[in-house]
């Protein structure tokens, strides 16, 4: 059976670096919040967002009747000279989660989003020309690889990459191409949404496309009416963020009725994970997260 999480990003827990980083909420707050709006579970967050220590991890989780399902963890895969830095980092968390008894939990690999200046000033309307050379995309592909046969080798946790605006794999067709370069048995896609559609794509298809490497969905909104003001004033990523381009599930243009009945044709059993990215201090997040659950409620979930 399908279950349905949240993230601290939803709350503002990003994990960029940012200036706002003073303003986010504690863990404890969004633990609870993410319990009192309905969910089932969560995802880490970035590094030390959370307790580090396995017990006190388990213990924050399981007392609230959650259960961890994942975290995200951003590489520089593009260099091909800091792939054992990213198995590093992967393996901390993979070890983390293993240890804390969450032994079915995704390692979320991503590119180190935000720190392209081309890419990131770009986001959502992303040209061939600021892609990958040639020999960056097999030096990428092997590392994302790498990382991914490490984690399962050492505590049989699965990894998923995780597409993303601000990164060097946003767009469909950057996305087709690391699924067609990397090796399936060990490295699944986690399809998120709003970051798909922002990228230029319809999740729909992507789901036609990749049903067989979809091992981890992440439920997120995308107005393209806020994508389109950004762009006018020459916004990049975070000024998109900080307009609303990720919206309120429903609110946006993602045909999320399809989406479902679409996962359940294809026997999709994990958990979905709604996100609601936002930054440090905006909003009421937790309103929000009761909304997008009840949405959830009405389209079946």
């Avoid at 045909?255 to 709604?274: A, K, R």
């Amino acid at each position: 059976m399908i279950k349905i999480a949240n993230a601290p990003c939803s709350w503002g827990a990003l994990e960029f670096d940012l200036k706002e980083k003073s303003k986010q909420i504690g863990f404890k707050q969004v633990l609870d919040e993410i319990k009192e709006t309905g969910y089932q579970g969560t995802e880490l967050g970035d590094w030390g967002y959370m307790p580090t220590v396995p017990s006190e991890l388990r213990n924050e989780i399981i007392k609230r009747d959650l259960d961890l399902l994942g975290a995200f963890v951003p590489v520089v895969l593009s260099d091909i000279n800091k792939h054992d830095e990213g198995i590093s980092a992967a393996l901390k968390v993979a070890g983390l989660m293993h240890s804390a008894g969450f032994e079915k939990a995704f390692i979320v690999l991503a590119d180190d989003n935000g720190t392209i200046p081309e890419r990131t000033q770009n986001a959502g309307r992303i040209l061939p020309k600021m892609g990958l050379s040639d020999a960056q995309w097999i030096d990428y592909a092997k590392g994302a690889d790498k990382i991914a046969k490490a984690v399962k080798e050492a505590y049989n946790i699965r990894t998923v990459f995780h597409h993303h605006c601000g990164g060097y794999i946003e767009t469909p067709e950057e996305i087709d191409k690391l699924l067609r370069l990397t090796d399936p048995e060990f490295l699944g896609l986690c399809l998120d949404m709003g970051h798909y559609a922002f990228g230029g794509g319809n999740p729909v298809d992507a789901i036609k496309a990749h049903s067989n490497r979809i091992w981890h969905v992440h439920f997120k909104d995308f107005d393209p009416k806020i994508a389109n003001i950004s762009k006018a004033v020459n916004g990049d990523y975070f000024d998109a963020i900080k307009r609303g381009v990720f919206c309120e599930l429903g609110k946006g243009n993602v045909d999320f009725e399809t989406i479902v009945s679409m996962l359940h044709q294809m026997g999709y059993d994990q958990w979905i994970v709604v996100e609601q990215d936002i930054l440090p201090g905006m909003g009421n997040p937790k309103v929000c997260a009761q909304r997008n659950r009840e949405y959830l409620r009405g389209i079946g979930f």
